[in-house]
């Protein structure tokens, strides 16, 4: 069984289009996270969610929206996709928002703006 | 700002302890230091954390030394799958489990 699932697994679309990336944990955790890796590889935090409340949001654009439905999800809705929005974007979960807590992280979604 | 120094890259030869050094001379007393790799075109997996006291898990052992200005990961017996890169980063108890991730060490495991 996937612990963190991310679908689609690969997203290629064009400019101005509307796209949403869905995230499923299954460990039973309460807080999840949305990472982002540019094509220089650095890994930087976009929005946290714990127990469906948002608790970290990394002055992203408004143009990126989470919604977290249940505990179990977390998805990424971004609106008027630009070419600087091509990453691979990663979930990951936590049992808690505490710092001693582990991260699993999802296999990733690789995004494509063309 | 990772607020912490990693090698950029380092080799090690199949077999034998991989040991890879972290500066994180600024840490503050309730941040953790946590262990990351990722291995090309996945997800980042955890490998271990410790706040204070030296740990051990199956994957690793960290050391910590005595005023939690730096931290050593071992990898007791690398093999060509521990290829990967490898991140040392710190968390706060109370910054919401928010990671900030570095440039890592690239590690490259040799036959």
């Known amino acids: 069984d996937t612990a963190v699932s991310q679908t689609p697994k690969y997203l290629v679309t064009q400019m101005g289009n509307d796209k949403s990336i869905k995230c499923e944990q299954n460990l039973g955790h309460d807080t999840m996270y949305w990472y982002k890796q540019d094509s220089k590889k650095f890994l930087k935090i976009m929005f946290s969610y714990n127990n469906k409340e948002l608790i970290i949001n990394e002055t992203v654009p408004n143009r990126f929206s989470p919604k977290s439905p249940d505990k179990a999800h977390l998805n990424l809705h971004i609106n008027s996709l630009e070419l600087g929005d091509s990453a691979v974007y990663f979930c990951?979960?936590?049992?808690?928002?505490?710092?001693?807590?582990?991260?699993?992280f999802g296999p990733g979604t690789r995004l494509t703006v063309t | 700002d990772a607020k912490t120094t990693q090698p950029p890259s380092m080799d090690c030869a199949e077999g034998r302890a991989a040991n890879l050094p972290c500066n994180h001379s600024?840490?503050?007393?309730?941040?953790?230091v946590y262990w990351y790799r990722q291995i090309h075109s996945q997800g980042p997996q955890y490998i271990i954390h410790g706040l204070k006291n030296n740990e051990t898990n199956e994957m690793a052992s960290l050391i910590i030394t005595e005023d939690r200005k730096s931290s050593t990961l071992i990898l007791p017996h690398a093999t060509l799958r521990d290829t990967a890169v490898y991140y040392c980063i710190r968390c706060r108890r109370n910054q919401g489990g928010k990671l900030i991730f570095g440039q890592g060490t690239e590690l490259s495991v040799k036959p």
């Open positions: 600024t840490i503050s007393g309730n941040e953790y």
């Open positions: 990951a979960s936590s049992q808690d928002v505490a710092g001693s807590y582990e991260q699993y």
